[in-house]
């Protein structure tokens, strides 16, 4: 079950970060767009986890 709660944080994270980023271009707010950047990343991370997890039989 951690997999797949994993995998769904990680692309809210994705997608909360992308929206972010193109925020912050469009407004030229370059904070905005860093943590968006920031969020676009601990999103693929958080994937990555549930993966390995996956693999593993959520035993990590």
Do not use: W
Not at 29 to 55: C, F, I, P, T, Y
């Amino acid at each position: 079950m951690g997999e797949f709660k994993d995998k769904v944080k990680g692309t809210a994270n994705e997608i909360a970060g992308k929206v972010k980023e193109e925020i912050g271009k469009a407004t030229g707010d370059r904070e905005l767009e860093a943590k968006g950047a920031a969020q676009n990343v601990k999103g693929h991370a958080q994937k990555a986890v549930g993966d390995v997890k996956g693999k593993l039989g959520d035993n990590i």
